[in-house]
C-alpha cells in the first residue's frame, strides 16, 4: 500500500514541525545512518535551526532563509536534517560549493525540499 497524502503530511508534521530540527553541512558526505561523514568544523560554524511551511501532498520546504556565518575554508558536499540525535533527512549537492575563509554560506527560503512518500 502507498501512504495517503494525510500519513506523509503527520510524518512531515510531527519530524520536522515540532521540537528543533537542524541543518547541518558536510565535506565528507554521511551514510543515511548518519555515520561516516566529516560534519563542517572552525570558523564560527554551527548548526542552524531551520523551519518548514505547512506540508501539502507530502511535501514540505524551509520557511525562511538560512544563514551559516563565518565559515571556514570548505568544500560543502552535503547538507542534512537532524531532530536532536536523529538524522531526518540528507542531500548530496549536486555540485559542490566551495565556501572561503569568513564568508557566509546562504540557503535560501525554499531551497531544502522533503519529500515523503
Given at each position: 500500500?502507498?501512504?495517503?497524502?494525510?500519513?506523509e503530511?503527520?510524518?512531515?508534521?510531527?519530524?520536522?514541525?515540532?521540537?528543533?530540527?537542524?541543518?547541518?553541512?558536510?565535506?565528507?558526505?554521511?551514510?543515511?545512518?548518519?555515520?561516516?561523514?566529516?560534519?563542517?568544523?572552525?570558523?564560527?560554524?554551527?548548526?542552524?535551526?531551520?523551519?518548514?511551511?505547512?506540508?501539502?501532498?507530502?511535501?514540505?520546504?524551509?520557511?525562511?532563509?538560512?544563514?551559516?556565518?563565518?565559515?571556514?575554508?570548505?568544500v560543502?558536499r552535503?547538507?542534512?536534517i537532524?531532530?536532536?540525535?536523529n538524522?531526518?533527512?540528507?542531500?548530496?549537492?549536486s555540485?559542490?560549493?566551495?565556501?572561503t575563509a569568513?564568508?557566509?554560506?546562504?540557503?535560501?527560503?525554499?531551497?531544502?525540499?522533503?519529500?515523503?512518500?
Open positions: 500500500m502507498d501512504a495517503s497524502n494525510y500519513l503530511n503527520a510524518v512531515i508534521n510531527t519530524h520536522l514541525r515540532t521540537g528543533t530540527p537542524q541543518i547541518a553541512l558536510y565535506s565528507v558526505i554521511p551514510t543515511p545512518a548518519g555515520t561516516g561523514g566529516t560534519e563542517v568544523v572552525g570558523g564560527s560554524y554551527a548548526r542552524q535551526d531551520v523551519t518548514f511551511v505547512a506540508p501539502t501532498a507530502g511535501i514540505t520546504s524551509n520557511s525562511t532563509a538560512i544563514t551559516f556565518s563565518a565559515m571556514p575554508t570548505v560543502v552535503a547538507a542534512a537532524w531532530l536532536g540525535a538524522l531526518i533527512a540528507l542531500k548530496t549537492l555540485q559542490p560549493r566551495t565556501v569568513n564568508s557566509n554560506y546562504v540557503i535560501t527560503a525554499g531551497d531544502i525540499v522533503v519529500r515523503v512518500a
